[in-house]
């Protein structure tokens, strides 16, 4: 199956800051995938570039099969919800449910229409006086009303309260079914991605620094606790992405086969997603701190 976005080597170059870098991504279609990573990473980047909305200025990025915006059917496969989820503020949201339907060819007029009654939106109401939960439900409501194959959310539910955030991104969920669509959302919010994504991005210091189905990645990262020595000298092929040393124990989180892990002199735990995502930034930001290496040392 065609993947719902594919990068080869994928870079950004904003004048003489490299936004992103050398990014190889396969993600495969039906995923709701969460894209998660330090401010600055380079997330809206790659989400803006998904969209077409900007180019790269290296390697190639393929949405759906296609270039991104390759043409208005292409266009029409993608709905894409940016950062602040903008609105027209004189519009009405009857006004933002017309232009959808003029500017869609796959417009679903009743499935927007229900959307809005049911959240208790007043067609009426300017879009500019609406709160920023409801503005984000607009949104969502006419990204969704595209009929989408691929919905893409930049930090969506970041303005929301809890209880909003909750609502917003059951929503989100019950359309992704419903579409039977995929969907790509960045987001600092760990628990939301814990909560509804099945596939993760960790993105930081503008590389990919790990992607993957969720299970696969839980079932493949580990914490190992044990002495200084016995964390030191880990058998090959455990990738070691954090490590901590305590006066009384060290921890490790790796990336590597439960049966290579069997045996030794150290416990081993299972990770939750928020301690995964947290060594790899760590581990980005730690290799974004060291010195370039001298001309000398990196010929050596
Ligand atoms: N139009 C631009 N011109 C110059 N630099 C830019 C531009 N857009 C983004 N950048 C820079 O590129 C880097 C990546 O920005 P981007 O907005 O993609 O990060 P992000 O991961 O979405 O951050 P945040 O979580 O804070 O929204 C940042 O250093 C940013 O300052």
Not at 64 to 79: F, I, N, T
Not at 255 to 274: F, I, K
Request: proline share 6%; net charge negative; with cysteine.
């Amino acid at each position: 199956m065609t993947p719902v976005l594919e990068a080869v080597k994928l870079g950004k170059r904003y004048g003489r800051h490299q936004a992103l870098m050398d990014c190889d991504l396969s993600i495969p279609q039906g995923r709701v995938i969460g894209l998660v990573g330090p401010n600055g990473a380079g997330k809206s980047t790659l989400l803006n570039m998904s969209c077409g909305l900007i180019q790269p200025t290296s390697g190639t990025i393929r949405v759906l099969g296609a270039e991104p915006a390759a043409s208005p059917a292409h266009l029409a496969k993608v709905g894409f919800v940016a950062q602040d989820t903008p609105v027209y503020a004189d519009l009405s949201v009857a006004d933002h449910l017309r232009m959808g339907a003029k500017l869609n060819p796959r417009w679903d007029g009743p499935l927007a229409q229900r959307r809005i009654a049911q959240i208790g939106l007043d067609p009426k109401h300017k879009a500019g006086r609406l709160s920023g939960g409801q503005r984000a439900q607009l949104a969502l409501t006419i990204a969704a009303a595209k009929r989408p194959e691929l919905l893409i959310f930049d930090e969506p539910a970041a303005a929301l309260d809890p209880l909003a955030r909750a609502g917003f991104l059951d929503n989100l969920m019950e359309f992704v079914t419903d579409l039977g669509a995929s969907a790509i959302l960045s987001s600092h919010a760990l628990p939301d991605v814990e909560r509804v994504c099945d596939y993760l991005i960790v993105l930081a210091d503008s590389r990919i620094q790990v992607a993957g189905d969720v299970s696969g990645l839980l079932a493949d990262h580990h914490r190992l606790i044990g002495g200084r020595q016995a964390i030191g000298e880990l058998p090959a092929g455990v990738e070691v992405i954090r490590v901590e040393h305590a006066p009384s124990e060290s921890t490790a989180i790796v990336r590597a086969d439960q049966r290579q892990l069997a045996g030794g002199p150290w416990s081993v735990e299972t990770l939750d997603l928020e301690e995964l995502v947290l060594a790899y930034m760590t581990r980005a930001n730690q290799a974004a701190a060291q010195p370039a290496p001298t001309v000398m040392e990196a010929q050596r």
